[in-house]
């Protein structure tokens, strides 16, 4: 159990700063009026009523609360199922759970998510989202990239492995073969 601690503290971390940030947000940055900090980044107050991108807000609280409790036991399923030397996916696991633990704090307390960062240009925005969604983007993000990583050393590997006992097995009938052929020869009368 002590090489999930610092993942627990992560998940720890995470929904602590999620939940101070929101915070902060609720009590200091008016609802729905964009303040800018550089040219393509606002702050942008807003509540989610649904999950990603407001999908599946017709499900209401407590069907979202049921979804999001079970994707976090799913995550944490999966988390569980890694080995300890995958740490990049062990990493990403742990935000992908603090993440979506810090929306379901939201969703259990206020009903709805608080959103807040906004990436736009003049003419294009982008979906208002939170430190937690940027969590759970990173998080998958990296469990991606541990899989490409492991996909990447066990084919060559493996292939290794198989190509030396083919070769091997090759060998060992191209040996037998000429042995056997050797023995059947016929001597030759000349």
């Known amino acids: 159990m002590r090489s999930w601690s610092p993942y627990a503290l992560l998940v720890v971390a995470a929904i602590a700063l999620d939940q101070w940030i929101k915070h902060l947000v609720e009590t200091g940055l008016p609802f729905q009026e964009k303040v800018d900090l550089v040219p393509f980044l606002a702050l942008f107050r807003t509540y989610n009523t649904g999950i990603a991108f407001s999908m599946f807000s017709s499900f209401g609280d407590t069907g979202l609360v049921v979804i999001a409790v079970l994707v976090v036991a799913f995550v944490l399923y999966l988390a569980t199922r890694t080995p300890s030397g995958h740490v990049i996916a062990r990493t990403g696991f742990a935000l992908i759970i603090g993440g979506a633990l810090g929306n379901l704090i939201d969703r259990a307390v206020y009903g709805h998510v608080i959103d807040y960062i ?8 982008f ?7 940027a969590f759970i983007s ?9 899989e490409l990583i492991g996909w990447r050393r066990e084919p060559k590997s493996s292939n290794a492995k198989s190509s030396n006992a083919e070769s091997s097995n090759a060998e060992s009938s191209n040996a037998e073969s000429s042995n056997a052929e050797s023995s059947n020869a016929k001597p030759s009368k000349d």
């Open 118 to 125: 906004l990436f736009h240009t003049p003419v294009w925005s």
């Open 138 to 146: 990173v998080g998958a993000a990296l469990v991606v990239f541990d």
């Open 127 to 133: 979906a208002v989202f939170n430190l937690a969604d």
